[in-house]
């Protein structure tokens, strides 16, 4: 799981050497008005610092994409764990989707999903063994991106992107709880639990 701290903190750190233009912004949030209302087109060039970030976080749904394939995969989730389990991972296509196609409007190149046998390795599933792995696993994970989402939002310069990096935080975080009410967990007592 220290891959998916190291992760977060890639993506907070990209964030915090520059802000997201306001094409990225109107691209991410499917609104090329935005982005052109701002002197920018889809498909011109973004600062590249826009595009950094934009690829760590797509890697991270990438990675949750694959988590969630294994587990399927695996044999170890019953319903209805499993069919909660596509759902979340459904989310995180559409996540994919939403970021790859903003980096290509901005000029990008969308980061590639790693090999299985990478994701084998950096989501250390030798040590998978039962559905709680399995839920813990993954519970870990979407607390990761809902932290990684919520930390780049003071570094952007919009309260448009800012809003779509809480929506997609909000997707994180809904999973997250869910999945800490399957494994039988209380929410936490503090609040803030998040960022």
Avoid: C
């Amino acid at each position: 799981m220290e891959h998916i701290v190291s992760s977060r903190r890639s993506m907070i750190g990209i964030a915090s050497t520059g802000l997201l233009s306001v094409a990225a912004i109107g691209i991410l949030g499917n609104a090329p008005a935005l982005a052109r209302t701002h002197g920018r087109k889809p498909g011109t060039a973004a600062h590249q610092g826009d595009i950094d970030i934009l690829n760590v976080a797509l890697g991270l749904e990438l990675e949750a994409i694959e988590a969630y394939q294994i587990g399927a995969e695996s044999g170890l989730l019953q319903k209805p764990v499993l069919d909660v389990a596509l759902l979340f991972q459904g989310h995180h296509k559409g996540h994919r989707d939403a970021l790859a196609s903003a980096i290509t409007q901005l000029g990008g190149h969308p980061v590639s999903p790693k090999s299985r046998a990478e994701y084998l390795t950096s989501l250390n599933i030798a040590a998978i063994k039962t559905q709680e792995d399995v839920l813990r696993l993954a519970q870990a994970h979407e607390k990761g991106a809902a932290n990684a989402y919520i930390g780049v939002i003071p570094s952007f310069g919009s309260r448009d992107l800012a809003q779509v990096s809480a929506r997609i935080a909000a997707d994180e975080a809904a999973h997250w709880a869910l999945l800490s009410s399957t494994l039988g967990e209380g929410l936490p007592k503090a609040a803030l639990m998040f960022g």
